[in-house]
């Protein structure tokens, strides 16, 4: 079988699908989902979300400067596709899709409740692009639902169950293959304190996804073994 060349289009998959929370200057709240969205810098921490000039909710972040990111699950797949399908000019999204908007800390663009992670988001720079309009933004805050904190503080994102959307389908964001570094670290290292039964289960995934006949190389526990804490890794 060969391999054909199709012409430029958007073809990068898998994608987050997030709700964009907006509000107007007079309070108006809407929202809408946004999957050409991404994180484009460590520090300042920043993220990008690229709007169509026609979307009701454009208006609200230019006027305002400001906007949230919600992180949505597979139980948030149904309202994910219903607000990026329906818009806030006809409709009340929050009512229909049972959705509670949650006051913030730093912006008037309200926060989903019902996401396990919320990003305050500040404007700092408009591209037009095209079709869509890139918005650069500052993140604010992250507020993350303590319902998936453990004792120590430490965040398991894995089982808010996210979502995922990948050319055209929804879907949940399936089996864990292997931590951050895993592919180079010692087996001696990468053991997580609070989490033994999954360390020793990202080991053995480590040792199954080892291309047949390779070596791990020398010293690399040293630059990437060191145990994983939230927020400290750096990219
Ligand atoms: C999965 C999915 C992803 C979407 N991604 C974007 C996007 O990245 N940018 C955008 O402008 N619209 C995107 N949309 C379309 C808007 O969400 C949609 O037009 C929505 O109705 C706009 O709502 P509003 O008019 O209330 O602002 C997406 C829709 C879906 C279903």
């Known amino acids: 079988m060969g391999r054909q060349v199709w012409k430029p289009g958007n073809m990068l998959y898998p994608l987050p699908a997030v709700l964009v929370s ?32 026609e979307r009701y909710s454009y208006h609200m972040i230019e006027e305002t400067g400001e906007f949230v990111v919600n992180l949505t699950t597979e139980s948030l797949a149904y309202a994910t596709d219903y607000c990026g399908v329906r818009s806030g000019r006809d409709t009340d999204k929050w009512r ?30 408009q591209l037009k692009l095209g079709t869509h309009t890139m918005f650069l933004a500052e993140v604010l805050a992250v507020h993350v639902d303590e319902r998936y904190l453990d004792a120590g503080g430490r965040l398991h994102l894995k089982e808010a169950g996210l979502l995922v959307y990948s050319h055209g389908r929804y879907f949940g964001i399936g089996k864990e293959q292997g931590t951050f570094g895993y592919s180079v670290r010692n087996s001696a290292g990468g053991k997580r304190p609070t989490d033994n039964k999954r360390s020793a ?21 040293k630059k990437y073994g060191r145990k994983e804490t939230t927020g400290k890794r750096r990219r």
């Open 96 to 125: 229909e899709m049972n959705l509670t908007p949650l006051k913030g800390e730093h912006v008037q663009a309200p926060m989903v409740a019902e996401s396990p992670v919320n990003l305050e988001c500040r404007v700092t720079q």
């Open 201 to 221: 289960g990202n080991k053995q995934l480590a040792e199954n996804k080892r291309p047949a006949g390779s070596k791990r190389p020398a010293g690399s526990q």
């Open 22 to 53: 907006v509000a107007d200057r007079a309070g108006n709240l809407n929202l809408f989902t946004v999957a050409w969205t991404g994180t484009v810098c460590s520090d300042p921490p920043m993220v990008s979300i690229s709007v169509r000039p």
